[in-house]
């Protein structure tokens, strides 16, 4: 009961938040030079004011920007995200075909720099000040410099150009045939450079806010208290140290989510990766509106969800604290 109250608390707060971001975005889009009419007409080769005239009305761009935004958000109340004109069928069947592949490279993405910051942040601290707390310092604030895009650029060239390691690109073999463990091991291979080229920056960050939690957490009593009733260093570290320096990493982890979600559109651009962000960015440039307003809602559930997953991972690190 507890849990179905939360999620229901957090829709709601929510809701306003996400009916502004779309109203704005509505709005914003009809400040840019063409719509999708102009998109369709640019593909076919050219038409007659006649048919220009008939798409404009068939797609209902002939009438008042607050007409169709009223509409739209009508038909969003009941769950229908409309009708994409460049790509020939419903908005949520084409977001369906996409949200699998941003799926997967944000969960392996977050994964890896949640573990990898957390181990590298882990071994700063105990070993701060000497060379391998240098090391690994020096290292994230190359990865946090560093942009996205050079990373995957850097990455195509000399792991799969040069050394022919891993794919170039791509989510999978194309007509391969591949079935069951065959196919998953293929995408697997395939999202090897994409999920480094994701996670990197963030990995970077998750280390260093992880050896700052662990040097706080390791100067308070309670944690003198324990060494000096007789624990081991790997029982202190590990029960005491570890579980309340964790608080931290897991709040950022659902704060950096919405940012992953947009840094995936660089990356899938990249790599040519069938997902959300590079769906994104071909209903910018083709004016797909109703496209582009269902990936941001889509994407905006999704933050959603992770924060509601963030907040009872947190719960169930510290009991005693209370998250709305």
């Not at 971001?21 to 007409?41: C, E, K, N, R």
């Not at 060379?131 to 996205?148: E, K, M, N, Q, R």
């Amino acid at each position: 009961m507890r849990f179905l109250t939360l999620a229901a608390r957090r829709l709601m707060a929510a809701a306003p938040a996400l009916l502004i971001i779309l109203a704005g975005l509505f709005l914003l889009l009809q400040l840019a030079p063409g719509d999708t009419v102009d998109a369709l007409v640019a593909q076919i080769g050219g038409a007659d004011a006649a048919t220009i005239a008939s798409l404009r009305a068939h797609y209902q761009l002939d009438e008042s920007t607050s007409s169709r935004l009223g509409s739209y958000l009508w038909r969003l109340a009941h769950l229908d995200l409309g009708y994409s004109a460049i790509y020939g069928k419903p908005v949520a069947a084409v977001i369906a075909e996409r949200l699998p592949a941003t799926l997967l490279l944000m969960g392996s993405a977050l994964s890896f720099a949640f573990a990898g910051g957390m181990a590298l942040g882990v071994i700063a601290a105990r070993r701060v000040n000497g060379w391998a707390d240098g090391l690994i310092s020096t290292l994230g604030l190359v990865f946090c410099a560093t942009p996205s895009f050079w990373f995957g650029l850097m990455g195509i060239f000399v792991f799969a150009v040069w050394l022919d390691w891993v794919p170039a690109g791509g989510f999978e073999t194309i007509a391969s045939g591949y079935t069951g463990l065959a196919r998953i091991l293929d995408i697997a291979w395939h999202l090897i450079l994409p999920t480094a080229t994701l996670a990197l920056i963030f990995l970077a960050t998750y280390l260093r806010i992880m050896r700052a939690s662990m040097l706080e957490v390791a100067s308070h009593d309670f944690i003198r208290t324990a060494r000096a009733k007789g624990l081991r260093e790997t029982a202190v570290v590990a029960r005491h140290i570890l579980r309340n320096a964790l608080l931290p990493m897991v709040t950022l982890l659902g704060l950096q989510a919405g940012t992953m979600l947009g840094g995936s559109v660089v990356v899938e651009s990249v790599f040519a990766l069938p997902g959300l962000g590079r769906l994104a960015y071909e209903s910018v440039v083709q004016r797909d509106l109703n496209t582009l307003l269902g990936i941001v809602f889509v994407s905006a559930l999704l933050v959603i969800a992770i924060n509601f997953v963030v907040d009872l991972l947190y719960a169930r690190l510290d009991p005693r604290i209370a998250r709305s």
